[in-house]
């Protein structure tokens, strides 16, 4: 397998547009994550999905922030309109269960920069 | 609140000497432990796990982690440091209990001087 892959792996754009980052998860895992790196507040989850369906939507910042898993292969994270504070290093990772069990597969990220 | 604490930000260690990175979590039960290292640009790589049993567990790259339930830690630990070791460690928490996702410590900077 691959791993888990993300795309782009980094994305400049300008406040108020719309952003789209896109990840594909292992085949065969159950779970998609997403979390977000920021030097001031570390790695949070914003979101996770098991077999397509949103468990926990909790950490998403606000209503800017949207997330779709229209299939077991492809997820998507949208930032509508984005603002320079969304600046950070978004990962998606899988696994086969939410404890971890098989340890959670990371991508290698999206750098989104807003300016 | 549950929490996982790193208390040190940054730690330099000579190429050679031993390492401990510590870990701190606050949770009812017994939560699933977990290290993971991040070179630069990079995703995050799993160096070793615990979930129950024997409270030392060994990892990838000669990493080894020890539980103590009676001080809810989980420190990380390498008898020798190679220069490729320099990269970012974080401990993450599963609160099985409580029905929660992989949550990360702030990590810790590992830099090896020669």
């Known amino acids: 397998d691959a791993g888990v892959i993300q795309s782009p792996r980094h994305e400049v754009t300008e406040m108020g547009q719309e952003v789209t980052l896109r990840c594909k998860p292992i085949s065969g895992h159950d779970y998609l994550f997403w979390y977000r790196q920021t030097m001031m507040r570390g790695l949070e989850l914003l979101i996770y999905?098991?077999?397509?369906?949103?468990?926990?939507d909790s950490g998403m910042p606000e209503d800017r922030f949207s997330a779709k898993m229209p299939n077991a292969s492809f997820s998507t994270l949208k930032i509508q309109p984005s603002e320079p504070r969304d600046s950070a290093v978004y990962f998606c990772?899988?696994?086969?269960?939410?404890?971890?069990?098989?340890?959670?597969?990371f991508g290698s990220g999206t750098r989104l920069t807003v300016v | 609140a549950q929490s996982v604490t790193q208390p040190d930000i940054h730690i330099t260690v000579s190429e050679g000497a031993s390492l401990e990175l510590r870990c701190n979590y606050s949770y009812g039960a017994t939560p699933y432990l977990f290290w993971y290292v991040q070179s630069p640009g990079q995703g995050l790589q799993l160096l070793l796990k615990?979930?129950?049993?024997?409270?030392l567990v060994q990892g990838i790259k000669g990493f080894e982690a020890e539980f103590k339930r009676s001080q809810s830690s989980f420190n990380l630990r390498k008898p020798s440091v190679h220069w490729s070791d320099a990269a970012e460690y974080f401990c993450a928490v599963v609160d099985n209990q409580a029905g929660t996702a992989l949550i990360f410590g702030k990590g810790t900077t590992l830099s090896v001087s020669s």
């Open positions: 999905f098991n077999n397509n369906v949103p468990i926990d």
């Open positions: 615990y979930f129950s049993g024997d409270t």
């Open positions: 990772a899988s696994s086969f269960a939410r404890s971890g069990e098989g340890g959670y597969t």
